[in-house]
């Protein structure tokens, strides 16, 4: 049997790999109820800078990857205690409150949805990967069918390689600790819709109930140290993003999309002058990495 | 925010008129209940009886607090059934008859709804006073929390003796939390007012210790609408759309 090798330069694998990565999308939408709050995000992202490189050792090596998080909001929502009236102590005595009058409070939930799109980029770890070739038999070509009737067709079989990365990992994202700002200003936002009837008196007055509008909202979410940590931990631990993230990278290299891919029978030379095409079945095909090239090599003939 | 929450809230604002004859969201009474025994209660609501409920004293009980949600009997689901003073609804427990020790106190308050209500209470086989809301005795206690910045005259017209209240206008900025405000106490006896002036923050409250028949009124006579003077309503609109304005060149 006949043997074919077919050589793709560094070059060339970095011009795959660039439409690889420029073709990846991720988008996801989750909600949850934590307790005193409940939460929803909407993401979508893609990927940039990824650079690659062939190894002397059979490995390729990706670096200086990037997620550019292009969607990226969130919404959570809560129970404003709103105006409080009562709860102060009638008759006080040394040994404690004799009477007080009952609390009650006029209030309701809102929502804000803090909008982190476009803002964000996180790097992706470096990871060295093998290749791999599959064999994909089109599942849309008619049983029966020539080569030839299938390539007319549009269902040939195809040789794929892929890439076969055992981990990918992201970094965390580092939501700045500016984003107090942005939650301040949208609670107040949303306080100021939640309450359109009433008079701005009452705006001033329901303020100066609240207090310093971070504070009640850690305190009614129950939140524990800075707010762009917590909601890191929110969106990428506690619904699991960042996992989901790492997964789809890796699930997209490994699985979704080939390096590189070639129809079998594969074509020797083109239909010309009413000739049909010259096409070889190819068996067999092995991947071989060096520093300067990525070496496919198969087996030819029937 | 929802309807009923809209409704409560404008029944808050709207209310800048206080009255010890007609309690509301912002004003309570507290009735001492020195003599063991059950009384049976009346709660109106302009002139008309809307509720009743049974109040038991009782001889060797620990002196506590009944709290008694008048808008809550009035609507069919009584708040509270004894002296937890929760305020919540017991499971199951849909109690007119409530329960204090001698000595304890009956608290008469409104929790939800733009209604004025009246009280009266009479002792069951006993030639002893009852209580009636509209004419405070020795002993009640009348707390106000008016919300609305501005200058108010209290009047207590039973011996027509007025004070001047003046509710001041809250820091916007909210910057710092106040946390919750210990009570203005003013005792209320035939020479009048204890204090001629009382000035307390919006939503911080007045116990005003009857100690002498009373009834007492808190009438606006000049609102304080702050630094930037009256203000309408706002319109609903996202922070978005408030930056897209701002960053708009202006003419």
């Known amino acids: 049997m006949s043997e074919i090798t077919l050589a793709v330069s560094g070059k060339a694998a970095t011009e795959l790999f660039n439409t690889l990565q420029s073709t990846f999308t991720f988008s996801k939408s989750d909600s949850g109820n934590f307790g005193p709050f409940s939460a929803s995000y909407s993401v979508a992202l893609h990927l940039q800078n990824g650079s690659f490189t062939l190894n002397n050792d059979g490995t390729v090596e990706v670096q200086h990857l990037q997620v550019v998080w292009d969607t990226l909001t969130a919404q959570v929502c809560f129970n404003l205690p709103g105006f409080c009236i009562g709860g102060f102590c009638i008759i006080p005595t040394p040994f404690g409150c004799a009477l007080r009058l009952p609390k009650f409070c006029i209030g309701g939930p809102i929502c804000i949805g803090p909008d982190l799109s476009g803002l964000l980029v996180s790097d992706v770890v470096d990871f060295k990967s093998g290749v791999v070739p599959r064999y994909f038999i089109d599942p849309q070509r008619a049983p029966g069918i020539t080569d030839l009737a299938a390539e007319f067709a549009g269902h040939s079989n195809q040789w794929q390689i892929f890439l076969d990365p055992t981990n990918v990992a992201v970094d965390p994202v580092d939501i700045p600790a500016t984003i107090d700002n942005l939650i301040e200003n949208l609670i107040k936002n949303a306080i100021e819709n939640a309450f359109p009837f009433i008079p701005g008196w009452a705006f001033d007055l329901l303020f100066d109930l609240l207090g310093p509008l971070l504070d009640l909202f850690t305190s009614l979410l129950g939140i524990v140290g800075p707010i762009n940590d917590w909601l890191e931990n929110l969106l990428f631990n506690q619904f699991g993003l960042l996992t989901a993230v790492e997964t789809a990278i890796a699930d997209y290299f490994a699985n979704k999309y080939p390096i590189w891919q070639f129809e079998d029978p594969y074509p020797i030379l083109p239909a010309s002058n009413g000739l049909i095409p010259v096409k070889i079945p190819v068996r067999s095909l092995a991947v071989t990495i060096d520093a300067s090239e990525m070496i496919v090599s198969a087996d030819v003939g029937p | 925010m929802m309807m009923n ?89 849909a109690s007119t008859v409530f329960r204090t020790g001698k000595g304890g106190y009956a608290l008469f308050y409104v929790a939800s709804g733009p209604q004025a209500y009246a009280v009266r209470m009479t002792v069951v086989h006993s030639k002893s006073p009852g209580f009636d809301s509209t004419k405070l005795g020795p002993g009640d206690l009348f707390t106000v929390s008016p919300l609305r910045p501005g200058r108010y005259q209290a009047i207590n017209s ?94």
């Open chain 2, 158 to 251: 039973e011996i027509d003796q007025t004070a001047e209240v003046q509710v001041l206008y809250p820091d916007p900025s909210g910057k710092r939390a106040r946390g919750q405000l210990e009570p203005e106490r003013v005792r209320v006896t035939e020479k009048g007012f204890e204090k001629a002036k009382i000035v307390v923050r919006g939503a911080q409250g007045i116990v005003f210790v009857i100690e002498t028949s009373a009834r007492i009124q808190l009438r606006l006579q000049e609102p304080d609408d702050g630094p930037s003077g009256p203000r309408t309503p706002r319109r609903p609109g996202t922070l978005r759309s408030k930056l897209i304005e701002m960053s708009k060149p202006k003419p």
């Open chain 2, 5 to 93: 929450t809209q409704l409560q809230l404008q029944a808050l604002f709207a209310r800048t008129d206080l009255d010890s004859a007609g309690l509301t969201l912002l004003s309570a009474i507290a009735h001492h209940c020195g003599i063991a025994g059950t009384m049976t209660g009346e709660v109106t609501s302009n002139g008309v009886t809307v509720a009743s409920f049974q109040l038991i004293v009782e001889e060797s009980g620990a002196p506590s607090q009944a709290d008694i949600d008048l808008s809550a009997l009035a609507s069919g689901v009584p708040s509270s059934s004894g002296s937890s003073g929760c305020g919540c609804v017991p499971a199951g427990a």
